[in-house]
């Protein structure tokens, strides 16, 4: 099958190729280079967040803080059950228990008002995915970290440049609400290195230790700042940091995001007025974005009504040549943790996973490919 | 301090770019892409190795290989106590313990005829370091490997390009020996990608779950080649897949595997010549080469007689803006492991963390440039 509509094309922004060059040229294109500590800055200065630092993924990312919070095995950690393998991946690997929390009603993301009911003397964190870039209640789940002394880490793998909105109007960029966020700059993001990640530090505590894992367990950041006379083995570790190409490739992205951005939305904007119609007439449902969110266009979903229509319509998609995807399976039902989860049923969670569909979005998408995938929606729900 | 010769440069061979702009244009720079494609079977045709799978550091190949020997608490893994650290974080944190052996006199391998007396019933592995690119007697390693039922691992990262020649006088590649291998492609390396790394899986029992590991413990591999219907979480695992730029340049790199280790070679025997009669003059010690193994001249590096006379060389040296460098501090000593350690005096590991000193070594380093170097390091030791 040859698809004429894919559903992602990474974007090249012209100046990736110059940055890489310019970064060999330094004479040091290993991980903690010139582009990486560029990008640290952009990141920290345009969001606001304590300490960046870059690494080879998001999955390294969160479990980069999974060492951080020292977890032990036994320890429980509550996320939803509609999420990527890698945001549980990165606990299980240091022996945590998951308890998976159902999504809510409106959105994927975790259903905030059940989480309390999850809460143990055993819970040591609560890991938020923001869904397609959309932030859930944060305000209810930091006061569930103060109330029980919990941790929170954000997976922000979808986030980037979305924000939430207090009660006051204030707006706090997604990824420096909690104690530690990750972000993903896959080739599927907004902002993209191919593989890539950050881990964003919030809360000082974890600053040094940090870097000490980021750097396979060393004190080699120190050693640069001379703050030791010699680096050593001090920690646990891993080698964390990407090479400094990729924070170049990075770096010519992050330049142009307000350009990426305002495409993005415009796209997103299209589908959404364009599909309007046949949520009205209730044959789907479409995104639903919260007062307390902002929306950073990173994913174009529907909802449908049942798992039969969802697979139709992709079918009847790829028979007009556009490529739609599906997921994700509930890890609460995966073949690795089914024998570990507690049995609770997830509803919402495994409705998404039933019934929810992703539209081609990326930036070379042209208003005419959109406005051709509007109109074969409508003609499948339409029997046309 | 400026240094006129650095101890280091990456080599650029030119295409890197253009690879990773057709690398763009293919619409995927994730991983496993076609560059990771073209840079597996490079390397499995060339060495003979029976898989690879194209990591983001050689800490992640044998952090995989540890995933994949199901190491678990109180295991026990042998391993040289000079090496980088990464060779014993990647088996500590899957709970082993590390039982550091000492080096022998001739080089800083692993003394192979010293090995057998740290086996007891926990040790599950052998974790080989190729010192320099050079090899100790593998055939011994691997006949302990037999007779305990041990698994052989070995940490290639400075070994690409270099041979094990056994007593009927036939080449293996290094890497190709061991039940797995871990190769670095960090820009200290022969072959370079910024931060990057393989493993090599020798042997096909580890094949399977190899290739789950490496996709964050999904069968996606599978679902690709339409071996399973739906790719789903089913073991542990990370995100071990480096970006598609960076094969790309990994590519560039791999095509003129020969005109960079001729360079090297070039290099390395110079530095040989015009030092050995310093040798000659029992002032220094140079590197040996065994009968059993061939030279890629990843490095080179002199053993003075002293500490003292070491740190003296090595600001000397620095006097005359030249960048030399020391390493590894004996890992059985590092403020992590030394309160682990069973308390063995390592004395040839000790001696080669004081009195060896690398000397620079990258594909620009000009004739001149190591003719002054030769010239330099004569002077320290006359006085001049």
Known sequence: MTYHIHFNKPYFT????????????????SGNGKYTLLCHEFLQHRYGFKKCLLTTSCTDALEMAAI?????????????????????NA???????????????????????RIEELINEKTVAIVVVHYAGIVCNMDKVMQLSSKYDLKVIEDAAQAI????INKKGDKKALGSIGHMAAFSFHETKNIISGEGGMLVINDPQFEKRAE???????????F??????????VDIGS???????IAAFLYAQL?????????????????????????EENMISLPVIPRHATNNAHMFYIVCKSPEIRDGLITFLKSRGILTVFHYLSLHKSPFYEPKHDGRHLEWSDLYSERLVRLPMYFELSDDQVQQIINSIKDFFYKK
Chains 1, 2 share one sequence.
Do not use: C
């Open 14 to 29: 012209g100046k990736e190729g110059q940055y890489i060059l310019d970064a060999v040229q330094t004479g040091k294109i």
């Open 68 to 88: 951080l919070l020292n977890i032990q095995p036994g320890d429980e950690v509550i996320m939803p059950a509609y999420t990527f393998v890698s945001t549980a």
């Open 91 to 113: 606990f299980v690997l240091r022996g945590a228990k998951i308890v998976f929390a159902d999504s809510g009603s409106e959105n994927p993301n975790m259903d905030v008002d």
């Open 161 to 164: 440049e979305s924000f939430y």
């Open 212 to 222: 000490i894992i980021w750097e396979k367990g060393t004190n080699r950041s120190a």
């Open 224 to 233: 640069f700042r001379g703050e030791v006379d010699k680096y050593n083995w």
């Open 239 to 245: 080698s964390f940091l990407p090479s400094d190409i």
């Open 255 to 279: 330049e142009q995001i307000e350009t990426i951005q305002a495409k993005r939305l415009e796209i997103w904007n299209h589908y959404y007025t364009g599909l309007k119609y046949l949520e």
